[in-house]
Nanobody, 126 residues
Framework: QLQLVESGGGLVQPGGSLRLSCAAS????????IGWFRQAPGKGREGVSC????????YYADSMKGRFTISRDNAKNTVYLQIHSLKPEDTAVYYC???????????????????WGQGTQVTVSS
């Protein structure tokens, strides 16, 4: 029943923007933390950002600060990742993940998350 579905990826030119969505079903995001991760071709999975849905507290990997914004819409049971000024090196499959929020902060370690979406492809190319 627990399901996460990413959407919003696609082919964009360098300098463009995308808003990725992570829609949850089978559970209410309010009690969860949501993380965004990405995996570039031939590379390992990289943490991007996370949010405590109930509080709205966020965390960003140092390399992601500035161009990435995570947010949530509780009414839609959805978490978003807004990406600006896209670069070719942003090309990756982007995943969202969820788990119960047990503290007052979230992290971007994969071990913190049990539930994962299928990923959405972001390709930045001219």
């Amino acid at each position: 029943q627990l399901q996460l579905v990413e959407s919003g990826g696609g082919l964009v030119q360098p300098g463009g923007s995308l808003r990725l969505s992570c829609a949850a079903s089978g559970f209410t995001l309010h009690d969860f933390i949501i993380g965004w991760f990405r995996q570039a071709p031939g590379k390992g999975r990289e943490g991007v950002s996370c949010i405590m849905v109930s509080e709205g507290s966020t965390y960003y990997a140092d390399s992601m600060k500035g161009r990435f914004t995570i947010s949530r819409d509780n009414a839609k049971n959805t978490v978003y990742l807004q990406i600006h000024s896209l670069k070719p090196e942003d090309t990756a499959v982007y995943y969202c993940a969820a788990d119960y929020g047990l503290g007052n902060s979230c992290g971007i370690r994969t071990s913190e998350y049990r539930y994962w979406g299928q990923g959405t492809q972001v390709t930045v190319s001219s």
